[in-house]
């Protein structure tokens, strides 16, 4: 999206007083594990378990639809080597990635960013053990289900991929996946499911066709498409249902809310004060352990993460978030899309 001059005037605002550009540009000190030109990881100050670490880019971006495409594929093509030395670092069997995009997500601080979680059974975190309750009408499935190949055709029109032909093989452990919901996207390399009863609304979950259980196991391109696909499910989510915010949520490997330990990204729409942030969020707390061990040993285990670049032609992509020729749930008058995303931007810094 290209940003107005009223937008990058705030943006540069909120940049002065962002506590993260401080950590970054080291007028705040940083317990960093893990930095290069673009993206820089930190262990949180305040963390959740052990090996709670905290990934962003360099640059200041309040909420994901602002990232250029490049460093949109930097950051999420180092997911599965960030989150490799995360556990090894932890000797953990899985991990969480965790993304809130828009205050009533949980988002507290203007500065795009993911929180990284190193998982097992029996680690008593709980937050994301979620039962499936709600439901979406027909109607609404309806049209999420004809927008979403729309959007992601006219992203592989802007961006070109040599592997996308078609829907690809469906691997066998995605065999009866429709027995939960709706396929609304599939390709190559990702399938898209609706389902029929979520934690909110909307919720959709978005599975590797290559990879059935670890994230580490993907390739900085599959990995990178897996959280395209998952972005523009957050955008279509917001466009056609006119939620406020969406959490994104990796599970991977074999903790007690992932007990078949399959690979999954979740979107889960969120509204303002609908109230989950209780379950979902944690309570900052001081660590009662040495942090700067957990940090020197996350930093051991990080010194040799590269972004490997394939060359290959790439047409110019102008903005990967595109907005899709939503048909309306109703016939209410509502903001555009760059009028929510101002506000979105105006709730988280307040």
């Known amino acids: 999206m290209e940003?107005?001059?009223?937008?990058?005037?705030?943006?540069?605002?909120?940049?002065?007083?962002?506590?993260?550009?401080?950590?970054?540009?080291?007028?705040?000190?940083?317990?960093?594990?893990?930095?290069?030109?673009?993206?820089?990881?930190?262990?949180?100050?305040?963390?959740?378990?052990?090996?709670?670490?905290l990934f962003m880019l360099k640059e200041h971006y309040p909420i994901m639809p602002y990232i250029p495409p490049n460093e949109f594929?930097?950051?999420?093509?180092?997911?599965?080597?960030?989150?490799?030395?995360?556990q090894k670092a932890r000797v953990s069997t899985s991990a969480n990635v965790f993304i809130a995009n828009g205050g009533p997500a949980?988002?507290?601080?203007?500065?795009?960013?993911?929180?990284?979680f190193p998982r097992e059974n029996g680690d008593g975190f709980f937050n994301f053990f979620w039962k499936e309750k709600e439901s979406l009408d027909e109607e609404a499935t309806k049209i999420l289900a004809h927008n979403f190949p729309l959007m992601m055709q006219n992203h592989f029109g802007r961006v070109l991929a040599s592997w996308h032909k078609g829907n690809g093989e469906r691997p066998s452990h995605l065999s009866t996946v429709e027995e939960r919901g709706t396929v609304i996207y599939e390709d190559e390399k990702s399938l898209c499911l609706l389902l029929k009863k979520g934690y909110t609304k909307g919720h959709i979950e978005i599975y590797s066709k290559e990879e059935k259980s670890e994230i580490g196991k993907l390739s900085v391109?599959?990995?990178?498409?897996?959280?395209?696909?998952?972005?523009?499910?957050?955008?279509?989510?917001?466009e056609g249902l006119k939620v406020h915010a969406t959490n994104i949520i990796m599970k991977s490997g074999y903790s007690d809310d992932n007990p078949e330990g399959n690979l999954c990204v979740h979107v889960l729409p969120r509204m303002q004060d609908d109230?989950?942030?209780?379950?979902?969020?944690?309570?900052?707390?001081?660590?009662?352990?040495?942090?700067?061990?957990?940090?020197?040993?996350?930093?051991?285990?990080?010194?040799?993460?590269?972004?490997?670049?394939?060359?290959?032609?790439?047409?110019?992509?102008?903005?990967?978030?595109?907005?899709?020729?939503?048909?309306?749930?109703?016939?209410?008058?509502?903001?555009?899309?760059?009028?929510?995303?101002?506000?979105?931007?105006?709730?988280?810094?307040?």
């Not at 820089?40 to 378990?49: R, Y």
């Not at 391109?221 to 279509?236: I, P």
């Open 73 to 86: 594929q930097h950051i999420f093509g180092l997911i599965p080597q960030m989150c490799k030395a995360v």
């Open 221 to 238: 391109e599959s990995s990178a498409h897996l959280f395209y696909v998952a972005s523009f499910a957050a955008t279509l989510v917001f």
């Open 3 to 53: 940003l107005t001059p009223e937008i990058k005037a705030q943006l540069a605002e909120q940049k002065k007083q962002c506590i993260f550009c401080k950590l970054i540009s080291g007028e705040m000190e940083a317990k960093k594990v893990f930095e290069d030109k673009v993206t820089i990881a930190m262990v949180d100050i305040h963390p959740a378990m052990k090996g709670h670490t």
């Open 275 to 350: 109230g989950l942030n209780k379950s979902l969020l944690w309570e900052p707390k001081q660590p009662s352990y040495d942090l700067d061990s957990v940090m020197k040993k996350i930093k051991d285990n990080t010194w040799n993460i590269k972004y490997l670049e394939e060359k290959k032609e790439v047409k110019k992509v102008e903005d990967i978030f595109v907005k899709p020729e939503v048909i309306k749930l109703t016939n209410s008058e509502t903001s555009s899309h760059e009028d929510e995303i101002k506000n979105a931007i105006e709730r988280i810094s307040n």
């Open 106 to 116: 949980g988002q507290q601080a203007p500065h795009f960013l993911m929180h990284i």
